[in-house]
């Protein structure tokens, strides 16, 4: 593999096949108990790109192939070109606002804007690499709480966390009241100081 770059949370490589393997600064063995922000990090990123898939904006984005959760490590496509400079930023922020609209309504938020988060091809066209610190919205959120609620997902978050993301959503009008008041109520069964904290009726 040839080495391609670093972040904050990860380092990248490509191999000959052309696939790029993002794999964590730190971590193994998230089922232990091990680095689940890393963890819950990259499985989100996986998730959104396999959602941007079916978007109206995905030949812009860098194709997915797995997650490789043991290992905490995403292999993807690997897009040839040079990393967005701030010569590039006006026009990216632009492509960045359209990921955003196409993926609001799909569940998630844009990754923050970083203009070597895209690689510029030989053709001169962009694609997103980079979808660090996504956020689940709307109907997508409230299923991941309830998922965590049940026992299916595992998170860091505290409950109260959750039931923060859930009123911020509530509030930005991308989840109905009705489905709102049952999530937070099942929230505040585990934790009772959300009522207070938030103020919750």
């Known amino acids: 593999m040839d080495y391609v770059g670093a972040g904050m949370f990860g380092v990248v490589f490509c191999d000959q096949e052309g ?3 993002k794999a964590a600064r730190v971590g193994m063995e998230p089922s232990s108990g091990h680095h ?4 819950e990090m990259f499985d989100a990123e996986y998730e959104w790109l396999k959602t941007a898939e079916q978007s109206e904006v995905a030949d812009y984005i860098a194709r997915v192939h797995r997650f490789h959760g043991d290992e905490i490590v ?3 496509e690997c897009v040839f070109g040079h990393p967005g400079g701030w010569g590039d930023e006006t026009h990216l922020f632009e492509l960045h606002k359209k990921i955003e609209r196409e993926m609001i309504p799909l569940g998630w938020t844009a990754p923050e804007f970083k203009g070597d988060s895209y690689i510029i091809q030989d053709d001169g066209s962009p694609k997103l690499v980079d979808i660090s610190l996504v956020q689940r919205v709307g109907i997508n959120l409230v299923r ?5 609620l049940d026992g299916r997902r595992a998170t860091s978050d505290r409950w109260s ?5 859930v009123l911020r959503e509530t ?5 109905p009241s009705d489905v709102s008041r049952n999530v937070l109520g099942r929230l505040i069964e585990r934790d009772p100081e ?3 904290a938030f103020m919750i009726p």
């Open 74 to 76: 995403l292999e993807r």
């Open 36 to 39: 689940p922000f890393m963890y």
């Open 19 to 21: 696939h790029a393997w």
């Open 161 to 165: 966390d959750l039931a923060f993301y």
């Open 194 to 196: 959300i009522r207070v």
């Open 144 to 148: 991941w709480v309830e998922d965590v």
């Open 171 to 175: 509030r930005e009008g991308t989840i």
